[in-house]
């Protein structure tokens, strides 16, 4: 068979453009320019290259950002310091600090720090509780690109049986909250598998629609799958591949190749949420000096 692939850069590419243009419109008519605040703490490779990447989405986007990289054994005080001082600044919409912090530093509370007025990560236990009671907030970034890709290829996850695959707070939890929602591309039937699941294929094999956010690779491979699902792969990670110049090769939490046999409609990695992920960071950032615009 094979499956029809779920393009995450090409539908990234055409809603940033839709972005880049309100953000042109907010600083012709209002003279409010979105502007981005990210913090970064230690060295790590990852993290290191999802922060330039973020930065450099901003500036196509015509978005003001302002970087701070620390190194690994600034205080948990330094931090929480630039956090306020980045909640002042008016130049400032939204907030982004990139996680994980060193061991030392309590990420829940530099989070916590955050104003939830721009917290467009949505990752402050204000921003969650709004999402999960269903008032207005930031929704995060991954899940909410998670939805957006299903809405865009037109997948139907009214009435369907969502299974997902990990229950962290930043995928797996909020992911399973917005499917579940009385709203537009919710309305399914949830059901989430995390390492105490027993026999997970039972589960997976029951799932229209698969998301998979585990952090390891090939956690779901073609076996698993119902014929005719759509399966979304969040997970990234970084597999030892000599014959690669950087060393590594980027592969999901699904074998793509087995997987696609199977399902009907699949996401590559690379190239499938991550592109949606920093999109939808625009997206909030857009909205929140929308907000501030008419302040
Ligand atoms: P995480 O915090 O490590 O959580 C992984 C979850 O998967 C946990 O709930 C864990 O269960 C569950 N799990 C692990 N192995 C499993 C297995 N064999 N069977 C069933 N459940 C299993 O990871 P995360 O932050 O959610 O990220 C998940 C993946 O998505 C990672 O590869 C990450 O790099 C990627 N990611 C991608 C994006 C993007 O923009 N594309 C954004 C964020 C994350 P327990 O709770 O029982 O431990």
Redesign the pocket.
Known sequence: MGAKILNGKELAAELRREIAEKSDALMAENGVQPGLGVILVGADP?SAS?VTAKEKACAAAGMYSEDVRLPEETSEAEVLEVVGRMNRNPKIHGILVQLPLPQHISESRVINAIDPAKDVDGFTPVNIGRMIIGEPCFLP??PH?VIQMLLKAGVETAGSHAVV????????KPVAQLLMRKAEGGNATVTV?????KK?ADFTRQADILI?????PE?VTGDMIKPGAVVID????RVPDATKTKGYRLT??VDFESAQESAALITP?PG???????TMLLHNTLESAERAAKH
């Open positions: 990852a999802y970034c991954t690109g695959v990990g229950r962290s707070n930043i995928v797996g598998c995390h390492t105490a699941t997970l998979v956010a585990a952090g390891r956690t969040v997970g990234v990670n999901g939490d990695v499938g949420v991550g592109p949606m992920t920093i």
